[in-house]
């Protein structure tokens, strides 16, 4: 059987499909380089961005830090000892509390802001600023980010309550403490301080009731010694009792 001749025209036709198609595949192609390339180009962008946003915070809080322990080392050279006591010089002092409050300024957001806003607190103290000190201290212990600067400050501020006899105050900042979720607290700590702001306010029943949570808290076994002589200074048969119960 003969072979069908193909004709020109048709090889023509035949060739100017194949053309298109050439053309089609390579355009096809060249496209998708293009946004290979773009899509290459765009990540390198992104990975710049990144490696420069994170040396500049990396520079930045070297900075805080920094900024932060030169403040510190101002407050301690503060204390002078002298005569058995440290002697607070209150140029130092007030040097300290302005190098701190440019901390805070500066380097608003880190955690080393947080700590210079702790340590302002103890100058306006030490400065006799006790009003501001207060309201400042409950500022931070309201606002910090840090479960260790909200802690600190916390404590701090309870024995000030209790130094000026604010025992309302001092109450109410334990139990914020007590209340407080997060699990660097000692909350064996919490428990034994309620009992002595209890015996200050002449209530030995519920301090007692305070000390005996220290020695149910099988997690913990800080204060654990500290809160037995104290049952056993206020109700020696309450302590007896507990023994028995351990046992």
Known sequence: MAKRRISRKQIKRKDQFMTRAEK?????????????????????????????????????????????AGALATYINASQPAEGQFIQNKEQLTKALKEFEAVMENYGSSVSAEMAAYYRIQCLFKLGEDKKAFQAGMALFNDASEDLVQNLTGLFLYDKYIAA????????????LEDNSNTMLNMNQVYYLSGRLYELENKKN?????????????????????????????????????????E
């Not at 946004?35 to 290459?40: I, M, P, R």
């Not at 604010?166 to 334990?174: D, F, L, S, T, V």
């Not at 020695?215 to 309450?238: H, M």
């Open 206 to 246: 519920e301090a007692v009731q305070e000390y005996l949570k220290v020695l149910k808290n099988e997690d913990l076994y800080y204060y654990k010694t500290e809160a037995q002589q104290r049952i056993a200074s206020l109700d020696p048969k309450a302590l007896q009792e507990a023994r028995k119960t351990e």
């Open 24 to 68: 089609i595949t390579l355009w096809l192609t060249v496209q998708g380089w293009k946004k290979v390339l773009f899509t290459l180009v765009l990540i390198g962008i992104l990975l710049m961005l990144f490696i420069f946003a994170n040396k500049n915070f990396s520079s930045k809080r070297d900075e805080a830090t920094s900024a932060y």
């Open 165 to 176: 006899e604010k025992y309302p105050e001092a109450r109410k900042m334990i139990a914020e």
